[in-house]
């Protein structure tokens, strides 16, 4: 059995994540969590009975701390999350991710001495009813950091300022292990409606709705069909386990996966 890591904290911000592309945020929490002695929640805002769950998941899983702040943008978010961490590092990743193999990332992160650690992204995406995995792609993505040499800019399409860089902080190192990263059907939606909607909400001054109240919210966190064919999500049992909670998804998100092919779900 592998033993949790200690001095890494993971952190996650989220808002409206009751379902999404990887699962929802139960199957991704439930498949880090057991790896992890310290968990960082930053809930943003969060309409649709994310929170709740959260609250729920905490009785289960005591290294589980929540936190909630008001949506300020993604940077600013980060920065909140990792406010919070208390270990050395912090290991950063968002409710649409997986790590594809956690023992083997464990191990690695056991091993680890320096200040940065970058990731590659194993993007999966599905359109037309198509699944396809892009090809690994390096960034300077440094999810794991030293959570006080770490700060994060821009309210979309956050990037990381590292501090105190130097050639001694093994910035340079790169994890053998991807992410995957589970992308929507209609990604081009969710940029339209969502993301390119953050100017006109900093420009007026008004409050950014919520996710779940777009009117396009279904089109893109509705279940990557992947993550049940190839990464064992089972949907109709985070579905039951919702319901058991009291839980509703989005009617329209019931709708699409209602629609769904039954292996895929």
Not at 86 to 97: I, N, R, S
Not at 160 to 174: F, N, P, R, T, V
Request: proline share 6%; with cysteine.
């Amino acid at each position: 059995m592998t033993t949790p890591l200690q001095d890494i904290t993971l952190t996650m911000i989220v808002r409206d994540e009751l379902m999404n592309p990887a699962g929802g945020l139960h199957a991704v929490l439930a498949r880090h969590l057991p790896f992890f002695e310290n968990v960082v929640v930053l809930d943003t805002g969060s309409g649709d009975g994310t929170r709740q769950l959260l609250e729920q998941m905490a009785g289960d899983y005591p290294q589980l701390r929540i936190f909630d702040a008001w949506f300020e943008g993604y940077g600013p978010a980060r920065n909140t999350a990792n406010g919070h961490v208390t270990t050395k590092y912090t290991f950063m990743l968002d409710a649409d991710e997986m790590i594809e193999k956690p023992t083997a990332l464990v191990e690695e992160l056991t091993a680890f001495y320096g200040d940065y650690l970058s990731f590659k992204m194993k993007r999966v995406l599905h359109y037309n009813g198509r699944t396809e995995h892009s090809s690994l792609w390096n960034l300077w993505n440094p999810r794991l950091a030293h959570h006080k040499k770490i700060e994060f800019r821009k309210i979309v399409y956050e990037t990381a300022l590292c501090l105190e860089l130097s050639s001694s902080s093994a910035a340079g190192k790169l994890a053998t292990v991807p992410l995957l990263h589970f992308s929507p059907e209609e990604m081009e939606t969710k940029r339209r409606d969502w993301y390119n909607s953050f100017g006109y909400w900093w420009d007026s001054g008004i409050p950014h709705q919520g996710p779940s109240q777009v009117s396009s919210f279904p089109s893109w966190k509705t279940p990557n069909p992947e993550v049940t064919l190839k990464y064992g999500v089972d949907v109709a049992e985070e579905m039951q386990y919702l319901t058991a909670l009291g839980l509703r998804l989005h009617p329209g998100i019931a709708e699409r996966l209602a629609q769904t092919a039954p292996q895929t779900i």
